[in-house]
């Protein structure tokens, strides 16, 4: 059974940073996808970045230029940074992962106040 932990979340000002992490329990050099999503109160959960196995990016529009998805082999790690924080961007985060099977994180939760 594989296991993603997120950590890294958290209660912060708007216009503040949080860079979250995730880590996986297998290696994720062959992944095939590995991402991250949120769930606002109220809202269907939705992505917000995602490393596609090429090396490609894809953010939804909401975050471009403030949030950065990358990616730690050695520690078989994705991280999403990110800055400029609005509160539109509280949610729960959830780490995604695809090795042909996807597997979720328990999420971690990030609070932005105004």
């Known amino acids: 059974q594989v296991q993603l932990v997120e950590s890294g979340g958290g209660l912060v000002q708007a216009g503040g940073s949080l860079r979250l992490s995730c880590v996986a329990s297998r290696s994720i050099f062959s992944i095939n996808a590995m991402g991250w999503y949120r769930q606002a109160p109220g809202k269907q959960r939705e992505l917000v970045a995602i490393?596609?196995?090429?090396?490609?990016?894809r953010y939804t529009d909401s975050v471009k230029g403030r949030f950065t998805i990358s990616r730690d082999n050695a520690k078989n790690t994705v991280y999403l940074q990110m800055n400029s924080l609005k509160p539109e961007d509280t949610g729960v985060y959830y780490c995604n992962a695809d090795w042909g099977y996807t597997y979720w994180g328990q999420g971690t939760q990030v609070t932005v106040s105004s």
């Open positions: 490393l596609i196995s090429d090396g490609s990016t």
